[in-house]
């Protein structure tokens, strides 16, 4: 009689399997590895963030001053003057609106680089969700295809057995019979 060892189940689908991981992570170092790195370095990069918040300060300040030379300019364009008392006043109120102007300027760019790391951080987190979906979803087919071809496989076994099991037993029926003719 056939001595098979056994049912031994196709391992294709695994195989594949692991190198499609493989090949899935290999793609991921490569072109999401990067974006990684440097995102992470914007995280975690307190100089560069600090000079943001720095060049903010100083443009707020350059736009305040130009807009104040435009109002000295209109105004001496209608021959009006103040007195050094008025002047000196001005000039004050100046400095500190500058200076709030400034400090607005600075704090609106923390707020914007605080929301930036929360956006960052929530995409990074979702990078390679679509990758794991699909792979998911891939593998999930593979595997029950991979499942049907290996129950049709078992069947075959199976019915080949159960056959040649019929057959033997028909031939050993026949065989019976005809002793009994002879």
Do not use: C, H
Request: charged letters at 25%; zero cysteines; glycine letters at 10%.
């Amino acid at each position: 009689m056939g001595g098979g060892g056994g049912y031994k189940p196709d391992t294709y689908g695994s195989e594949m399997q692991g190198r499609i991981s493989r090949e899935q992570y290999e793609d991921y170092k490569q072109y999401y590895g990067p974006i990684e790195d440097e995102t992470i370095s914007y995280l975690t990069d307190d100089k560069k963030q600090q000079g943001e918040v720095t060049k903010a300060g100083e443009l707020a300040g350059k736009a305040f001053d130009s807009t104040s030379a435009a109002t000295r300019r209109n105004i001496g364009r209608y021959g009006i003057s103040a007195s050094k008392e008025v002047t000196a006043n001005l000039a004050k109120d100046s400095a500190r609106d500058k200076t709030l102007a400034q400090v607005g300027a600075k704090n609106t760019m923390r707020d914007v680089i605080d929301q930036r790391k929360t956006a960052l951080s929530e995409e990074m987190i979702g990078i390679g969700k679509g990758i794991k979906s699909d792979y998911e979803k891939s593998m999930s087919a593979w595997t029950q295809m991979e499942g049907t071809q290996n129950q049709i496989n078992a069947n075959e076994k199976a019915a080949s057995a159960a056959n040649r099991n019929a057959m033997i037993g028909t031939a050993a029926s026949l065989a019976i019979t005809a002793g009994m003719f002879f």
